[in-house]
């Protein structure tokens, strides 16, 4: 276990943004993932995704990496932001923009 939490801290420590979701952002494998990957399109910031359907060791530890028992998860500079539901509302608040914003997040390409 201290592998996978060796390598999702740095996927996080390594990217701005990074998506840890169900499928890939051409092909979500979840509703919640879908909205997350739409939110963060939305936004036009640059992001990673990280499939963690593709890796089950990724898939359990993340929950415990970052105490949030679902999937997915975002994180930006290194920080915990939450799930689908705390983007959806962040967002339509105007919070996750901002946050991007005041953070120096890379617009996406």
Request: hydrophobic residues 40%; contains cysteine.
């Amino acid at each position: 276990m201290a592998d996978t939490k060796e390598r999702i801290s740095g996927i996080v420590g390594e990217n701005e943004v990074v998506l840890f979701m169900k499928g890939t952002p051409l092909f979500p494998q979840c509703g919640f993932s879908s909205r997350a990957v739409h939110i963060l399109d939305h936004c036009g910031v640059a992001y990673e995704s990280v499939d963690v359907l593709q890796d089950m060791e990724i898939r359990q530890g993340i929950k415990t990496f970052s105490d949030w028992p679902t999937i997915p998860q975002l994180y930006v500079k290194g920080e915990f932001v939450g799930g689908s539901d705390i983007m959806t509302e962040m967002f339509e608040a105007g919070e996750l923009q901002q946050m991007f914003t005041e953070k120096g997040v890379k617009t996406a390409d």
